[in-house]
């Protein structure tokens, strides 16, 4: 199993492999962007999956260019999850699965983040993930963003298809700052705050965070911790001072 050394069910990364100038001494070396950022940091996410399908050969070099203890998060396709909303989505997820299976041994979580606007309806809910755990056997976490999937009813639902709850921050509710679903996986997805997208954290919150995962991970939990503030180069930067909190530079 792979992750940060001294932390063997623990990943940390940016959603993206994308090496600020800033940070680019600490990526030293020679290869493209993915090789260099998968010498230093442990997993990554998959965004542009979300808008768009790569090929199988794509996945499968990206995979060929990581270390034997790197791993990729995968985000399902907003076709599926904005667009169709759960429903009638099948065909789409057997291309989706189809062509980031080439990853092999180094494909993750599969990322379902639901539209803000999109309701906790449990047989619609049920039928989707029934439907994605018969394709899927591996980790699936899933990042709803409408507070009806916050209650005990969508804790539920989530555990019956051993699908963890993503730890949001900023969270659209106070509930979404935790992780929730089944407790096999905790996935802390970091979008900067206080400003989404573009906003370092604060050291003392990096500490925090540390400490968190800690917890997580003599509980034996797996953890995953992404960086999604990109816009401005500091998820880079973040995940940089978190895994020297955690011990595990390589």
Known sequence: MGGVPGHANLWIGCAGWTIPRAVAPAFSGEGAHLQRYARVLTGVEINTSFYRPHRPGTYAKWAAAAPGDFAFAVKVPKE????????????VMDRFLGEA???????????????PSLALDPTIAATFFAGLRRRFAGAIVCEPRHASWFDERGERLLRSFR????????????????????????????????TMYRSAYAPAYLDALAA????????RQAVWCIFDNTAEGAATADALALLTRLGGAR
Do not use: F, K, M, N
Request: proline share 12%; hydrophobic share 45%.
């Open 80 to 91: 599926i999850t904005h667009a169709r909303r759960l429903v009638g989505a099948d065909a």
């Open 101 to 115: 299976s080439a990853l092999g041994e180094r494909l993750g979580p599969l990322l379902v983040q639901l539209p």
């Open 163 to 194: 699908v963890a709850r993503v730890a949001a921050d900023p969270a659209p509710v106070p509930a979404a700052a935790r992780p929730g679903g089944w407790p096999g996986l905790v996935y802390h997805r970091l979008h900067g705050s206080p």
């Open 212 to 219: 968190r995962l800690r917890r997580h991970l003599r509980d």
